[in-house]
């Protein structure tokens, strides 16, 4: 079982910035894809971005392309999601999870993470 607690939401103006974090507690997270999916008011919850823990592979969805970026802190098992330029159409609860694809895989859809943390809210205003 892993726990997965995100941090670091909150609201912004749209251009500005916020950098959510999720984290393992207690886990190393060597063997583990970690995604970001996030969730509007009535729509359904979409691949953000990931990456895989043991070779530093990315993938994002073209929304946020050059302006997302995935990183992870080894030391604290730890993965940040840094969100540049925001939009107000990235407004919505951001939920991480993680899971252990076969060889270094990323999956873009929810069926392909094992573990999934509570979610935090981003606010983006116009």
């Known amino acids: 079982q892993v726990q997965l607690v995100e941090s670091g939401g909150g609201w912004v103006q749209a251009g500005g910035s916020l950098r959510p974090s999720c984290a393992a507690p207690?886990?190393?997270?060597?063997?583990?894809?970690v995604g970001w999916f996030r969730q509007a008011p009535g729509k359904d919850r979409e691949f953000v971005a990931a990456?895989?823990?043991?070779?530093?592979?990315?993938d994002y969805v073209d929304a946020v392309k050059g302006r997302f970026t995935i990183s992870r802190d080894n030391g604290v098992n730890t993965v940040h999601l840094q969100m540049n330029s925001r939009k107000p159409e990235d407004t919505a609860v951001y939920y991480c999870?993680?899971?252990?694809?076969?060889?270094?895989?990323?999956?873009?859809?929810?069926?392909?993470?094992?573990?999934w943390g509570q979610g935090t809210q981003v606010t983006v205003s116009s």
């Open positions: 990456m895989h823990w043991s070779c530093d592979s990315t």
């Open positions: 207690g886990r190393t997270l060597g063997r583990y894809a």
């Open positions: 999870a993680a899971g252990r694809p076969p060889k270094a895989t990323i999956y873009r859809f929810r069926s392909g993470y094992d573990y």
